[in-house]
C-alpha cells in the first residue's frame, strides 16, 4: 500500500524551528516530485513547496520564502521540511503529499500523509 | 497572485446532481484536479487533468472543462459525499501550485 506518514510536529514558539519529516512506503519514492500543503484550522488547504525528482526543481509559496527549506533523502524515503522564523500564521496541519508523476506541474497530488500539528504560540 | 475562484457552499438533495464549480484565467493551458476532504480526514484526489477519474472513485464523479471555468459534477449525490471540495492546479507563470477556496458540500 502506498503510504506518506508525517512526524515531528508540535508546540513552538513565535521565531522558532520545527523540522517536519514524510516517510515514504510502498512506492518508488525517487520517482516521484512531491509536496507540502498545509491547513491553518477552519481554512483551505494552502500549498507550501514543492520539489521534482531528483531535487532538480524546488519552489516555495511567497508566504514561505526564505523561512522554509524542502529536501529529500531518496536513500531514505524521506521528504523533509525544515522550517525558520516561524509566525502564529504558520500555524497548520501540515500535510505531505505525491505528485501523480515525475514532474511537478501537470499532476494531481494522488497520495497524502494524515498530516501533523504545528502549533505556534508563546 | 493567480486566484482560483470557487463557491463557498452548495446544498443538494440525495440522489439530485450537485455541480462545484472553480474560475480561473487560464485553464486552456492548466490541467485542474479536484479533492475531497471529509472532517478530520485528509484530502483525496477525486478528479485530475481536468477529466481523469482515479480507479477507487465512484463514476458518479467526473469533471470537465470549458473556458475559464472548471466543473466537478456528483451524480446521484448520497450522505457520504458531504464533504469540502478544492480545485488546483499548477500556475505555470509564478511557479506556484494554486487551490480555491473550497466549497463545502452539504446533502439535504
Known amino acids: 500500500e502506498e503510504q506518506l506518514v508525517e512526524s515531528g510536529g508540535g508546540l513552538v514558539k513565535p521565531g522558532g524551528s520545527l523540522r517536519l519529516s514524510c516517510a515514504a512506503s510502498g512506492f518508488t519514492f525517487s520517482s516521484y516530485s512531491m509536496n507540502w500543503v498545509r491547513q491553518a484550522p477552519g481554512k483551505g488547504l494552502e500549498w507550501v513547496s514543492s520539489i521534482s525528482s531528483k531535487s532538480s526543481y524546488i519552489y516555495y509559496a511567497d508566504s514561505v520564502k526564505g523561512r522554509f527549506t524542502i529536501s529529500r533523502d531518496d536513500a531514505k524515503n524521506s521528504l523533509i521540511l525544515q522550517m525558520n522564523s516561524l509566525r502564529t500564521e504558520d500555524m497548520a496541519v501540515y500535510y505531505c503529499?505525491?505528485?501523480?508523476?515525475?514532474?511537478?506541474?501537470?499532476?494531481?497530488?494522488?497520495?497524502w500523509g494524515q498530516g501533523t500539528t504545528v502549533t505556534v504560540s508563546s | 497572485s493567480y486566484v482560483l475562484t470557487q463557491a463557498p457552499s452548495l446544498s443538494v438533495a440525495p440522489g439530485e446532481t450537485a455541480t462545484i464549480t472553480c474560475d480561473g484565467n487560464n485553464f486552456g493551458s492548466q490541467s485542474v484536479h479536484w479533492y475531497q476532504q471529509k472532517p478530520g480526514q485528509a484530502p483525496v484526489l477525486v478528479v485530475q487533468d481536468d477529466s481523469d477519474r482515479p480507479s477507487r472513485i465512484p463514476e458518479r464523479f467526473s469533471g470537465s472543462k470549458s473556458g475559464n471555468t472548471a466543473t466537478l459534477t456528483i451524480r446521484r449525490v448520497e450522505d457520504g459525499d458531504e464533504a469540502d471540495y478544492y480545485c488546483q492546479v499548477w500556475e505555470s507563470s509564478t511557479l506556484h501550485q494554486v487551490f480555491g477556496g473550497g466549497t463545502k458540500l452539504t446533502v439535504l
Open positions: 503529499t505525491r505528485n501523480a508523476g515525475i514532474k511537478i506541474d501537470g499532476y494531481g497530488m494522488d497520495v
